[in-house]
């Protein structure tokens, strides 16, 4: 993976590497979200927009996402929100900054200064979510007790895991991409495009709703 260029040519040699280690066994966690489970997003207003319409704040066109995201591929939009409702500490970062760190880069430059408006909007689950996870990375420094408590699981369920250990090494090795800071768009390639195969095209994992992940902004605080 480390040696695979990143171009559009090498989607297929992608795809067919996770097929022939992955099959429909990969070693995942999964993570339940109950009916009425409250999610927050945000979308930076440019000058003079305001946004009043539900579909305005819900998934962009599919024409407008030309990039990569951490997980999403090309004109495949994703419905990313914090969600609540975890171990929230007194010193954690409340849901609204954390998709404030997510999606604005004037609000992490701390040489900035000036005014930024955004909309946040609250989501509601109106049925059970079945989520997935990777076994997080040990590269959050601030994770949460929640986050902790999954890496333990996995580390439980390693032990009895019996498939193929090149599916549990791929799954660890995307658990690392994902928890990566990565300043140029291109550079998600890899874990988009696992994500999407999750998500779309592996049988056993394509009935599932979303995938859960910590904020690598605010460093797994949420």
Known sequence: LDKLEVNEENIGVLYNYFDSITGNNIPLIHFGLSKGSVFLRQRINKENELFTQIPELSYPPADYVKEYGRANVPYNPMFYGSTFGFDFRNELPLPRILVLLETSSFAKDVEASGIERS???KWVAQKDLNLIALPFSVEYVRPLNVI???QQEWEVQVKKYDGDKRALDLVKYMSDEIAK???NN???FKIAHFIYY???INLKTKEFDGILYPSVQAGGEG
């Open 119 to 121: 909309t946040c909007s």
């Open 198 to 200: 999750l998500m779309r």
């Open 148 to 150: 902790k408590q999954i």
């Open 186 to 188: 291109l550079d998600y």
């Open 181 to 183: 800071n990565y300043s």
